[in-house]
């Protein structure tokens, strides 16, 4: 081996270090592996996030950009906490465009980290109800594993990121390793007991989520700022640049390199293996080889399909592990932007101090036990409620004094109903690389195609509806539906184009996340998914992640 | 609130259906390329802004820089499609006001009146569009937010469920 390519050669290779990357790195370094991470993105170090401090008032525009700036950012724009606060945590659609065959926003973190500093931070379990229902209604490829599979690594998971939240004993949303949840406010209180008492088979509990209510591996708590979206200074909710990444820093075993986009990884014909992967270094454009013995891709579910698809050889002419046809089927996300909302003038006087993070959450119930829809799987709800001040007065009538005094007033209490949609696995749904178009790196333009069904519309007119019905039961007035046209992708749970599966014939990946052909490189972020249930996702990419590479040094071991 | 936001307000409060017609009088044409308004209309805006925000034991708009923020609101964050929308509404609204001959040499509780009239009328569009932009200025500066709630950076802690004599000032960071 030269000294070039020692100096690339590692035990390990990681690509992407956001919420599956950042485990990677850290399970793989702390098993004492040399470990490279590449990201895509800028260097980012807790706790120096931009902004994570600014005050109102050093924000230029009210925390908006102007119309050159947003140049920039036409599908980051549409992101649900999009400001200049936060702005530059997002790619530039500019230095990162694709092709939409249909509408497809593909939201994507721009540093060290990624998304982990974007996310909502709601973490879920997979149920047996979940990873059996591929199987059971036919949509979909059967999971290769059962909650039996992945129990150990979920209580890994929640006893290093930290949760706090509410357990209910259902059966399709398994209990979880809690810390004890923020107290509710009263609008909370009152619409638990008014829905409680009248709904057998519905819980309001409280959100469970990577938020610390108590100091936890030297993170947090948190401080109740409201300002998660700018990255935590504090550690208040768990994040790679605030969890994995120092942990595996402190092994003495990790490189970060960022400002590197993998173009593809590079398969040893001889060995049958991948012996390491290319990059093209987003700063000087110039291309590199890093070598390792075991790769790790977790640039997201389309960035890590594209890397598949990009990484074609005499053995795997359409991407690699792609002997099927089926890398890059099968994309799909939630549906969201259903559901209702209304106004608790019962709690007119009660008020509240601080933001607490975590929202109310009404597990799935629809298709659940005795109950049967004219559509398939189901949703959840995230369940909203705050006193709005000075924005209230966009919609208020009033000039003057009186007018001016009333801003700075509680509004009413505002108690919303959002529901978060499971949509089937469909085939038709894909993506691929243009064979003619290039991005600024030279890398070809990947062309996204996904539409979602009739089964997610009839779901989301039920969401809809039966969110006004939850909240006039609970007493709420003035109570409305929305129910916006759904577009892929803005869930931000992108999930499917390199699925798992037991039968090589049908799927990417096997039961260990490593792709059946290529068994020393796996895959665990969204891409990954034979299906996704209505439960935040990421806390399933963190366990498999964590199964996964355990699985993979285990096996390496044994030669 | 993201210009989309914005613009999605604009759209729901009906602006584009309010476009007045005919009344675009020459004073209101722009002079310099660094600034959305003229100096005539920027003293017409001041007034208006005033108006809506006058100074109490609070700074007044014009105290708290809002003139200047929808100055450069509109110059830079507005699209230029809405831009000329708001030129044209603002063009109608001043000659309404002229039309009523209501005096522009100071804020005044006629034209607060009308301003609470118009509202409700043909010009609610024009006036709630231009109260969002208001408040947004109004509610970036530093004294302000100061004066009008309990601003607290890092509360520390949440308290769930307390009366308003606990509370005080309303919680804003």
């Excluded at chain 2, 820089?65 to 063009?91: C, I, R, T, W």
Aim: aromatic share 10%; glycine share 8%.
């Amino acid at each position: 081996m030269s000294k070039g390519t020692e100096q690339h050669t590692y035990d390990a290779i990681v690509v992407g270090s956001g919420i599956s990357g950042g485990w990677a790195a850290k399970e793989f370094c702390e098993k004492g592996l040399k470990t490279l991470l590449l990201e895509r993105g800028n260097e980012m170090i807790h706790p120096n996030y931009p902004n994570a401090l600014s005050a109102p008032w050093e924000l230029d525009y009210n925390n908006e950009l102007t119309v050159k700036e947003l140049e920039d950012y036409p599908i980051q724009q549409k992101a649900w906490e999009f400001g200049r606060d936060n702005h530059k945590l997002y790619v530039k659609d500019t230095n990162w465009p694709y092709i939409q065959k249909n509408p497809f926003y593909w939201f994507r973190g721009n540093q060290v980290g990624g998304k982990s500093l974007l996310w909502n931070r709601n973490c879920y379990r997979y149920s047996e109800l979940d990873f059996e229902a591929n199987l059971k209604d036919g949509h979909g490829n059967d999971w290769p594993i059962r909650y039996a599979d992945i129990k150990p690594w979920y209580d890994y998971v929640e006893r290093f990121v930290g949760l706090s939240g509410e357990n209910c004993e259902l059966p399709s949303l398994p209990d979880q390793i809690l810390m004890p949840p923020f107290e509710m406010n009263f609008v909370e209180k009152e619409v638990k007991k008014r829905i409680e008492s009248q709904y057998k088979n519905i819980k309001y509990i409280q959100a469970r989520a990577a938020v610390l209510t108590q100091a936890h591996n030297g993170r947090g708590p948190c401080q109740a700022r409201n300002q998660c979206r700018r990255g935590c200074p504090y550690g208040g909710y768990y994040s790679s640049n605030s969890g994995a990444i120092p942990a595996a820093l402190a092994t003495g075993n990790l490189t970060i390199r960022p400002h590197s986009a993998v173009e593809s990884v590079i398969f040893d014909s001889s060995s049958r293996t991948a012996k390491g992967v290319r990059i093209v270094d987003t700063q000087t454009k110039e291309s590199t080889e890093f070598y390792g013995k075991l790769i790790s891709i977790n640039a997201s579910a389309v960035a890590s399909t594209a890397i598949l698809l990009n990484s074609t050889s005499s053995d795997f002419p359409d991407g690699l592990g792609n002997t099927n046809g089926v890398l890059g089927h099968y994309l799909n996300d939630h549906s969201d932007s259903t559901g209702a909302f209304g106004i608790a003038e019962f709690a007119a006087d009660h008020y509240s101090f601080g933001q607490k993070p975590n929202p109310m959450y009404i597990p799935r119930f629809r298709n659940v036990g005795e109950d049967k829809q004219d559509f398939l799987r189901g949703y959840a709800y995230e369940c909203f409620s705050e006193r709005k001040t000075w924005k209230k007065g966009f919609g208020q009538d009033g000039i003057g004094l009186d007018f001016k005094k009333s801003l700075s007033e509680a509004g009413p209490w505002e108690v919303g109903f959002w529901a978060i949609c499971e949509s089937l696995p469909n085939k038709d749904n894909k993506m691929t690389l243009s064979k003619t178009e290039k991005d600024p790196l030279g890398i070809p333009k990947i062309e996204i195609d996904v539409k979602f069904d009739e089964n997610t519309r009839k779901m989301r007119i039920d969401a809809a509806e039966k969110a006004k019905e939850l909240l006039e039961s609970a007493g709420m007035k003035h109570v409305g539906t929305y129910n916006e046209d759904p577009i892929p992708g803005k869930t931000i749970h992108e999930y499917g184009s390199a699925r798992m599966g037991n039968d090589p014939k049908e799927s990417i990946l096997n039961k260990w996340n490593q792709i059946h052909d290529c068994k020393n490189v796996i895959v665990t972020d969204g891409a990954c998914l034979p299906s996704s249930p209505c439960q935040n996702p990421s806390l399933t990419y963190m366990a498999l992640t964590a199964r996964a590479v355990n699985h993979l040094i285990e096996e390496s071991k044994k030669g | 609130m993201t210009r989309r936001k914005y613009i999605e307000i604009l759209l729901q409060t009906g602006f584009v259906a309010a476009l007045p017609g005919e009344g675009f009088s020459k004073v209101f044409l722009k002079g310099n390329s660094d600034y959305f308004f003229e100096k005539t209309q920027f003293k017409a805006l001041e007034i208006l802004c005033q108006t809506i925000i006058p100074k109490s034991e609070t700074p007044g708009a014009i105290d708290a820089g809002v003139p200047h923020f929808v100055d450069m609101y509109l110059k830079n964050v507005v699209s230029p499609e809405n831009q000329k929308l708001f030129e044209k509404m603002f063009a109608g609204y001043l000659t309404h006001l002229q039309n009523l001959k209501i005096s522009f040499i100071k804020t005044s509780k006629v034209l607060t009146a009308q301003m609470e009239k118009d509202e409700k009328g043909e010009h609610r569009q024009f006036i709630k569009g231009l109260k969002v932009m208001v408040l947004k200025g109004y509610f970036m500066n530093e004294k302000a937010i100061r004066q009008s709630f309990q601003y607290v950076a890092v509360p520390g802690n949440y308290r769930a469920d307390i009366s308003k004599k606990e509370l005080g000032k309303m919680w804003i960071n």
